[in-house]
């Protein structure tokens, strides 16, 4: 799989009856290495490192928007089960377009978060809403201790 821009991580993979997978420890099962996977995985590793419980995060979260069923790619929740931080993940080789970012506000229109996080491995944007709806731009990931 390609380099990310993200720390390295030792994945847990496997192949069965010629597919490539990988262990998803949210859904404690293997699922198809895809290359939007392989980013999710890489993400929820990445966040686990900075000190956010596994068991705090869903992978493929389902939503309901206008009548439409929808899926997070991995939302973060706090010590009390609310919803914290969206991540959006693309494959690398997928360009981060207002599309993506249309894409997980929409997702935040149910959820009301407090932090997006779109990536596609290689570029990472993270921001932060307030009270009043108001986007900032970080240039690092949220921590624990702003979140939970």
């Not at 490539?20 to 590793?45: G, H, S, Y």
């Not at 959820?111 to 307030?130: E, M, P, Q, S, W």
């Amino acid at each position: 799989m390609d380099t990310l821009n993200l720390p390295d991580y030792s994945a847990l993979l496997k192949i069965k009856a010629r597919e490539n997978l990988i262990f998803d420890p949210l859904r404690c099962k293997f699922v198809a290495l895809t290359p939007e996977e392989w980013v999710r995985q890489n993400i929820v590793q990445h966040l686990s490192a900075l000190g956010f419980p596994l068991g705090l995060m869903a992978s493929e979260h389902p939503i309901e928007y206008n009548g439409l069923h929808k899926r997070c790619d991995v939302v973060v929740f706090d010590r009390q089960a609310h919803p914290r931080i969206i991540v959006e993940c693309k494959a690398p080789s997928v360009p981060i377009t207002q599309k993506v970012f249309d894409q997980i506000a929409t997702y935040n229109l149910r959820l009301k978060v407090a932090y997006l996080i779109v990536t596609n491995g290689l570029r990472h944007f993270c921001c932060k809403i307030d009270a009043l709806g108001q986007i900032t731009f970080m240039s690092e990931f949220p921590q624990p201790t702003e979140v939970l």
